[in-house]
């Protein structure tokens, strides 16, 4: 009995989370217009999602913005990883705490004062400010996920290839990057599933005429949800989905063969 | 006279204000198996990595051969360490691991493996090439990090306690494949171990430490049979140390009575010494005149030998035996030793 209490607790639970998702992944199959009813299958919406010019340059600068995102801040958190990993202890903490500060504030206290920011520098907002902006928060991930893979790490290792006769850069691309790349991997997953994520900042630091998919969206759906909408965001749900199921996995596996290490 | 390989002058290491390494001199020759022995925290391993280069000494010198090598670093030392607990790198296999300082050095791939077939000959690990680190056991990696460290033609091996994390039986065996493959390949190894069985099996020449300073420095032989002071006496394997007088040359007097020993008088302010006495030195028989007299206080079975302790009648001093004759507890035996077996030492 109390098995199952528990389990209708549970499904109960899981219906409240992802019965609003489920809802508009089956109305983006609906060839009604309207919300009220079903009036049968179709991927018209889908087919016109492609051929909507907007769409397409929205999904060009999400896809693009991820990605240079992505590559940039992967590059920038490891090399400070580095940076605050050969910190003594001491400084090391202070330099965590620092990065977490970014993590836990409010999207919108990031996405507004970044936006002063720029207006400060006078830098004009467009593609290159939201990319900034993408960077700046998808860097503080980075870090948290190759920061603990090089405290795993044996330093014994970083003296051995010195005492094989590794200089400096050479430990760092031999040995070091070699062992903390499932850490870097990770790193970059989040922040390509962050940076395709993101609203709040994006929408703060953008310009005219650039919109990712998340501000186009939005602007839609102020004139009215259209089956559109339920149709890019069934596609940006199973775009994130599978990220995070990749993330998942791979920490899993982490977990597995470290396990096996010992 | 060998030629001295390595040579430290007046060496000497703190960290913050806590003095490691105190003021040390050592010289080490050419093909010599050295062994820095030592309780923990005697220094022992901070002066392995000053050779190798990971420490910087505070003040003093070391010399390889006759240039000063203290600025010089690690990675442009001719000398390789094998690591307590391997060092290996886990996201290579046998082969790159090592052939790690050939790749770094851009040595021709015929060459690199050669050479990486060569050395898994020597450490007896033939066809292990394409193994992955993590399936290796203690003592097939333990092989591995030390063809990785021969790998580079080093002039010294360092071993930093390399067989602490095997079990007995497997340190053992490594005890006397390290010995071959030192004679093989005929190099100076420096080897630092808190194991004194492990030092006497192995060193040309042992070196032992306490609190950063050097104690005293010989052949197994010397160290085991002529102790300098009570902490060597200790260190080195079970002893009986009693205080003692010398009466005149050749003569001491320990427990009420006097003995004949084979070392004078010692030219020092004062008669007063410490005599060791080995376990395995002293027999047991029937209580004689000249013999020591006491009560079998406790037996105990150690395999080869029994464990014997004898509590002696007029001083309460306990002593230990090391024989194969079984003796019941409350018998009264007397002990026995010749001149021989008495060693003299300063008292400290």
Redesign the interface.
């Known amino acids: 009995m109390k098995k199952v209490l528990r389990n209708v607790y549970l499904y109960l639970m899981l219906l409240f989370l992802y019965a609003p998702i489920l809802v508009l992944m089956v109305y983006s199959f609906n060839a009604s217009k309207s919300r009220g009813q079903w009036g049968g299958f179709t991927l018209e919406w889908y087919r016109r999602l492609f051929m909507d010019a907007n769409i397409q340059s929205a999904l060009y600068y999400t896809v693009m913005i991820a990605i240079l995102a992505t590559i940039i801040s992967t590059i920038a958190g490891t090399v400070s990883s580095i940076g605050i990993f050969l910190y003594g202890n001491k400084a090391q903490k202070v330099m965590l705490n620092v990065n977490y500060i970014p993590v836990i504030n409010p999207d919108i206290v990031t996405g507004v004062s970044m936006m002063i920011l720029f207006a400060f520098v006078s830098m004009r907002q467009g593609f290159a400010t939201m990319l900034i902006a993408h960077i700046t928060f998808c860097i503080p991930y980075v870090i948290l996920s190759v920061l603990p893979k090089l405290r795993q790490m044996?330093v014994?290792?970083i003296?051995?290839?010195?005492?094989?006769?590794?200089?400096p850069m050479?430990i760092i691309n031999?040995?070091v990057l070699?062992?903390i790349?499932p850490g870097i991997i990770t790193g970059a997953l989040f922040a390509f599933t962050l940076s395709i994520d993101d609203f709040v900042i994006s929408f703060f630091t953008t310009g005219s005429g650039v919109s990712n998919l998340s501000i186009y969206v939005y602007s839609m759906a102020k004139r009215g949800i259209s089956p559109e909408i339920n149709a890019l965001s069934t596609l940006m749900i199973l775009t994130v989905t599978l990220l995070l199921f990749i993330i998942n996995r791979r920490s899993n596996k982490k977990t597995k063969t470290t396990g096996?290490?010992i | 006279m060998k030629k001295t390989i390595i040579e430290a002058r007046n060496l000497y290491k703190e960290f913050g204000k806590n003095a490691v390494v105190k003021h040390i001199n050592f010289t080490i020759a050419e093909n010599e198996f050295v062994t820095f022995l030592g309780p923990s925290g005697c220094g022992k391993t901070t002066i392995l990595r000053m050779i190798a280069g990971f420490e910087i000494p505070t003040s003093g010198q070391i010399f390889l051969y006759d240039k000063v090598i203290n600025d010089i670093p690690a990675y442009l030392r001719p000398l390789n360490t094998v690591f307590q607990n391997y060092a290996l790198f886990p996201h290579m296999d046998v082969f790159e691991n090592i052939a790690f300082s050939m790749r770094i050095k851009k040595q021709e791939a015929k060459a690199i493996e050669a050479k990486v077939a060569e050395l898994l000959e020597v450490v007896n690990l033939s066809g292990y090439e394409q193994r992955d680190i993590a399936s290796l056991s203690g003592g097939q990696q333990q092989r591995v990090a030390i063809a990785r460290a021969l790998a580079n033609d080093p002039k010294v091996l360092l071993l930093d306690e390399p067989l602490s994390a095997l079990d007995l039986k497997m340190r053992k065996e490594m005890q006397i494949e390290l010995k071959k493959i030192q004679r093989e390949v005929k190099k100076t190894f420096i080897y630092v171990t808190h194991d004194q069985e492990e030092a006497l099996t192995l060193s040309d020449k042992i070196i032992v430490l306490n609190h950063g300073e050097i104690q005293q420095s010989g052949t197994p032989i010397d160290i085991y049979n002529e102790p300098i002071n009570t902490f060597v006496a200790d260190f080195i394997g079970e002893s009986n140390i009693i205080d003692g007088t010398m009466t005149k040359d050749f003569e001491v007097e320990f427990l009420g009575k006097r003995f004949l020993c084979v070392d004078k008088r010692p030219s020092l302010e004062t008669d007063r010494v410490q005599v060791v006495i080995r376990p395995e030195d002293i027999e047991i028989g029937q209580c004689l005149e000249h013999t020591i007299n006491g009560v079998v206080t406790s037996i105990v079975f150690k395999g080869v030998h029994y464990e014997i302790i004898v509590q002696c009648s007029e001083s309460e001093y306990d002593f230990m035996i090391h024989t194969t004759d079984y003796h019941e507890i409350n018998k009264h035996v007397g002990l026995d030793f010749g001149p021989d077996d008495i060693h003299i030492m300063k008292a400290g």
């Open positions: 044996d014994n290792l003296e051995a290839a010195m005492d094989l006769g590794a200089r050479q031999k040995v070699a062992e790349r096996e290490r």
